[in-house]
């Protein structure tokens, strides 16, 4: 089933992903709705608090092309270490339609994540796998990717951003909006 994705500024968004202790039918349910959900959407990457649910899951696929889609789904994932290395990747996140950004981030990480057979992973991941579970991780800390930027950079993006929590810069997907009014939410 495809969900409907939470929009800037929704207060889910800004809200800390619980963890998942026990992996039930409904959390099984809930990977596989996100990855139609992201497929659906053009999406390489989706978090849980972006379909409304603000658990510790999210979802990957690097691989955007029909017969080389290889989906991950990582529950309660934790970046164990990054390299000193960093690298500067354009960014753009469903939640936010219409606005990309170059982001610096580290260029390769260790993450630590259980599947949904409970099996517990480590891996390591560089490019654009690293960047995409990294952006994802952000969202179950209630980080957007340009809360990032610099400052005058976010600076100037506000206008876009308050359009966007406005609901005039509506994607092609199914959305969810946050409650209006915005304007006094909004960092400058
Ligand atoms: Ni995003």
Redesign the pocket.
Known sequence: MVLPIYLYDHPVLRQKAEPIEEITPEIRQLAQNMLQTMYAANGIGLAAN?VGVPRQLIVVDIGRDEGMKRPLVLLNPVIEAVSEETETMEEG???VPELRDNVVRPAAIQVRYRDLNGREHRREAAGLLARVIQ?EID?LHGIY?FDRLPPLRRFLLRRKLERIARGELLPPYPVVLGPAPVEERLEA
Request: glycine residues 0%.
């Open positions: 972006q996140c469903l939640s952006h969202h990717f």
